[in-house]
Every structure is written in C-alpha cells, then in structure tokens.
C-alpha cells in the first residue's frame, strides 16, 4: 500500500527554522517526484514546492522563495522540508504527496499529487 506521511511539526518561533521530514513506503520513491502543501486554519490547500527524483527543486509560491527547501535521501525513502525566517502566516498543517505522474516536477501543483498523509502542524507564534 503506498503511504507517505510528514512529521517534525511543533511550535516554534518566528524567524525561527523548522525541519520536516516525509517517510514514503508501498512504492519506489526514487521514481517519484514529492510536493509539499500546507493548509492554515480556515483557508485552503496551497502547494508550496516540489522536489524530483534527483533532488531538483521546483517552487509553486514565491511567498517560501529563499526560505523554503526540499531535499531527499532516496535510499531511506525519506524527503525533507527545510523551512527558515518563520512567519506567524506559515502556521498550518503541512502535508507530502506524490507524484502519480512520476519523476520530474511539473510547474505547478495539480490534483495528480495524492496519497496524502495525515499531516503535521506547524505554529509560529511567540
């Protein structure tokens, strides 16, 4: 069964640096590429960035433009979120998906990225 799920959230403060990680299993993740979306509190889901088999980053919204980056490690099925210079507005529940086309990113997110997880909540507060 494929399943991905993001953890590492909790509080922290803003201007401060998180790191999330995305644990893949059921499929071969070298193969796919993994977005990252967040969803705050009363508002919708925004995709945030993309990372592809080989680690190239694509970014769907420039509000995580220098703050925000993907890497993976594909022999622990493992992607990671690297999030810098929090704001208050960053509070959400982040979430990894995958790719149902496969390897390269596209260039913006679509409803082809799926088998989401349950999510991890990020609060940037002081």
């Known amino acids: 069964e494929v399943q991905l799920q993001a953890s590492g959230g909790g509080l922290v403060q803003p201007g401060g640096s998180l790191r999330l990680s995305c644990t893949a299993s059921?499929?071969?993740?070298?193969?796919?590429?993994i977005g990252w979306f967040r969803q705050a509190p009363g508002k919708g889901r925004e995709g945030l960035l993309c990372?592809?088999?080989?680690?190239?980053?694509?970014y769907w919204t420039d509000s995580v433009k220098g703050r925000f980056t993907v890497s993976r490690d594909n022999a622990k099925n493992t992607a990671y979120l690297e999030m810098n210079s929090l704001k208050p507005e960053d509070t959400a529940v982040y979430y990894c998906?995958?790719?149902?086309?496969?390897?390269?990113?596209?260039?913006?997110?679509?409803?082809?990225?799926?088998?989401w997880g349950q999510g991890t909540l990020v609060t940037v507060s002081s």
């Open positions: 059921g499929f071969n993740f070298r193969d796919y590429a």
């Open positions: 998906g995958k790719y149902r086309s496969g390897y390269w990113c596209p260039s913006a997110w679509s409803g082809l990225f799926g088998s």
């Open positions: 990372v592809s088999g080989l680690g190239g980053n694509t």
